[in-house]
């Protein structure tokens, strides 16, 4: 797929565990489609999501076989989650986000919704960068809006793998064999930290100039930087930055209901 001047797609993706969908869930997936009556829900399951990998990325086997070899559950849907976005774009929602009473179609600024192929949200926001380049700052993984066919999210899938058989590699392991305690830290190799580097370094090679806390951090409004807009820390994780008034409206609430922080990386 490519990215094009249409809009970002109308589906919310979730993805269930074993144990199905909790009646918390229920209410905070309805909070989002009662809101947004245009826009659908897919939920995978983790038989559908293997049928939905192996579909969509036949031409890549060595995409299939690494995600169906995965083990530890938080590994699969945090990879799970970059490959929908970038086979058919869309919102990516856990099943403990709910939404408040922005209308979704209303995320994205006017002026900038036709340039926007990808809405990340800061999770930590570091304002206090200095004068480096480096990224402190965090986007959120549990909501994150994307058109199909972004490089932004090519690179996300490429890191991620290039993590995986590192650690696969560094354990003398199969990615099969590869365990929850093997991994240095699930936000670093396929969770929110690793999608905020891999989305950075792929707008420094689209803009050719360096992305850091300086471009990213501090934020009051939504800023377009290239085709990637961030919402201020208030849009998606306003319970952990404590409810800042300064930085525009709430427009999801994550519960935290944190299901994959166990020995064995999820359900």
Known sequence: PSPTSTAIPQ??????GPKGISEASGRWISSCLLNNPTWRRETLTDYSSDTYVKSFYAHRPDIVNMYLSLAVPILKADFLRYLILFAEGGIWSGLDVSCEDVPIDEWI?????????VVVGLEFDDDDWGYDNYLRTQFASWTIMAKPGSPHFRMVIQDVMKGLQDTANENNVSISGVTY???????????PKRMTRSIARSLELQLKEPIGDKNTSGLT?????GDVLILPSAAFAARQAGYPGDRGPALVSHHYAGSWKNEKGGE
């Open 221 to 225: 409004e939504p800023k377009l930087i």
């Open 181 to 191: 305690r093997m991994i240095s830290d699930v936000v670093d190799v396929t969770g």
């Open 109 to 117: 600024p006017k002026q900038y919704r036709k340039d926007t192929a």
């Open 11 to 16: 589906k919310i993706w979730y993805k269930a």
